[in-house]
Every structure is written in C-alpha cells, then in structure tokens.
C-alpha cells in the first residue's frame, strides 16, 4: 500500500443551505485569512448555489478549491432547478459533492442516479466527493458493510482504471450528521478501509491507493485528531462547524499536524 502521507489530507467545507451571498462572501474571506499559512493540505468549500460566484471570487489566488453540493449529469436540457456540470466550471468549480446523505433522503437520489453523475463529473473533470453511509437502522441490522460495499461500487462503476480525476469518498455513517454522535475512529478507519479495497477491485490498485477517504458526521476540532490519526482516514467533511471561521480553521490545522 502507498504510504499514507502520499496522500494529501483533504478537509471539505459543506456549508448546506446556509448562508446568503454577503453573510457568505463574509465567512469566506474569513477562511481564507485564518489558513493564510496553511500547507500540505487540500480545502474544498461548498457553498449554496446561488453563493458559488461570490465565495469563487474570495477564494480567487488562493490553493483553496470551490465545489458544489450537488449537481445534475447532463450539460445543459429540460430539467427545471437543477444546475448542470458545465454551469459549475463556469462558475469556477473544481469538485462537486455527490450523493449526499440529505440527497438521498429529501430527494429520493439513488446509487443509479450517483452512477450517472460520478461519470458525468469524471468526463467534465470535475473532482467527485461521493458520500456514502449507513442508517442507524441500517447499522443495527449488521448492514453497514453491504451497504456501504453497494454505494461505492454504484459510484464507480464504470469510472474504470483511467481517470485522472482524482477520486475522493467520505463515510458519512447518516446516524452522525448534525447529531454530536460520531463513529469512533477504529470503525471508521475500518469502514475505510473496506472502501478502498472496493475501490481497488472495482478501479484497480492504483486507484485503491489514491483514492482519499474522508470522514464526516459531527466532525469538530475537538474530535478531528481522533478521525486523522487513522491510516485509513485522509479528511473530513465538516458540516456544521464549518460555518465558522474559526472551527474550521482548527480542523485543517489539526490535518497539517496529523501529516507533519
Ligand atoms: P455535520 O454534517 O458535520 O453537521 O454532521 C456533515 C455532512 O453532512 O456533510
């Protein structure tokens, strides 16, 4: 296995339907200066919609990556309210998040809708943050593996072993989002692990290797250093505490620590 370190630790903001444009541009610039002298870690924000342009233009001449928190496959057509892969580069998006739990529960998203639009933001070179994970109802039935097992493999089937688009999965266990609950690190370094290996036999090893796991679900600096300390574990998507500067400031240093 490639030595974990080659792996560039990836913190993601998800910022959910927060945030109008100036509040937005606001907490932006915020980021920015609180990780002014960050390095050795990647940083996606993704705001709502409707504030990708304003967050884009304040994280302009910054390593800092702006992504979506979903998006429809095709380029352009008939679909009212959705916003396609070519909108999102417009707007300056590098990556998108697919599949999110809330997606998937608010608005019946399947793993053949993830299908589709993982392949769609491979060939539009848009980075995928694919989240996948288990109900509590789901857990308790001894279900996590298998299912968890199906999410990804929906996700990169057909992805292949040729893309150059890096590859990025988050187990969000659904149980932990927005809750204060979390997976301890042992068993999210062990459903990490079981990802990557999907990953490998789906994609091959190259891309078992590469791919980054990250973990989500009440990720808070006071918790992070738990979730980075596991081989496995190359990140985190941070909802809530991700609306403030500050806290999220303190988790990406916490991931500049863990690699240094
Ligand atoms: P949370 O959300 O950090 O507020 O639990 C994580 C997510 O849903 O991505």
Redesign the pocket.
């Known amino acids: 296995m490639m030595p974990r370190s080659r792996r560039v630790p990836f913190i993601v903001a ?1 910022w ?1 339907m927060h945030k109008t444009r100036g509040p937005a541009e606001q907490l932006a610039r915020d980021v920015v200066r609180a990780l002014a002298d960050v390095r050795g870690v990647d940083v996606a924000i993704c705001p709502p919609a409707t504030a990708l342009e304003v967050v884009g233009r304040a994280l302009a001449g910054t390593p800092w990556l702006l992504g979506a928190q979903t998006m429809h496959e095709e380029a352009h057509g008939a679909f009212t309210g959705e916003i396609s892969p070519t909108m999102l580069l417009d707007v300056g998006c590098r990556c998108v998040i697919l599949g ?3 997606r998937r529960q608010w608005y019946g998203e399947t793993d053949e809708a993830l299908t589709r639009k993982v392949r769609s933001a491979f060939s539009h070179r848009l980075m995928p943050i694919v ?1 996948v994970g288990e109900r509590l109802i789901e857990r308790e039935a001894g279900q996590t593996d298998v299912l968890v097992t199906q999410q990804v493999e929906a996700a990169v089937v057909g992805v292949g072993e040729q893309s150059e688009v890096p590859l990025v999965i988050a187990y ?1 266990p659904v149980w ?4 204060g609950r979390t997976a301890t690190g042992e068993e999210a370094n062990r459903v990490a692990a079981l990802i990557r290996w999907v990953v490998a036999s789906r994609c091959g090893a190259a891309a078992g290797d590469a791919v980054r796991v990250l973990y ?4 808070k600096p006071d918790n992070i250093k738990e979730f980075l300390g596991q081989p496995e574990v190359d990140g985190a ?5 991700s609306l403030d500067a500050a806290a999220f400031a303190a988790i990406v240093r916490a991931a500049e620590r863990a690699r240094s």
Request: proline residues 0%; hydrophobic residues 30%; glycine residues 24%.
């Open positions: 998800n959910k999110h739990s809330e989240c969000e932990a989002i927005g809750t989500g679900g009440s990720v998507l941070v909802g809530g505490a």
